[in-house]
């Protein structure tokens, strides 16, 4: 069984950062892609960065240059550097991975931005 554990939401004013963080535990091997989602009220999950094994990253374009994706390996940790905040951030963010090709979510962490 595979567990995620997402914590560091929050409020926050508008221009302000956050650090998420999501720990995996659990039987897992190889876990390959590590990518953060996030839900607004009434709107589809979105995918808003991702990380490979090799550290490649990728971004949602309305992240991009405020958003910072990172992973420590040795500690089974995703990360999400959020600067920068805008109102339109408020959504419960995901973190979800990839490992033996098969693809687990953790429970979600609320991140509210006002303006």
């Known amino acids: 069984q595979v567990q995620l554990v997402e914590s560091g939401g929050g409020l926050v004013q508008a221009g302000g950062s956050l650090r998420l963080s999501c720990e995996a535990s659990g039987n897992i091997f190889n876990i390959n892609t590590m990518d953060w989602f996030r839900q607004a009220p009434g709107k589809q999950r979105e995918l808003v960065a991702t990380i490979t094994s090799r550290r490649n990253t990728g971004y949602a374009d309305s992240v991009k240059g405020r958003f910072t994706i990172s992973r420590d390996n040795a500690k089974n940790t995703l990360y999400l550097q959020m600067n920068s905040l805008k109102p339109e951030d408020t959504a419960v963010y995901y973190c979800?991975?990839?490992?033996?090709?098969?693809?687990?979510w953790g429970q979600g962490t609320q991140v509210t931005v006002s303006s």
């Open positions: 979800s991975i990839i490992a033996t090709a098969q693809r687990y």
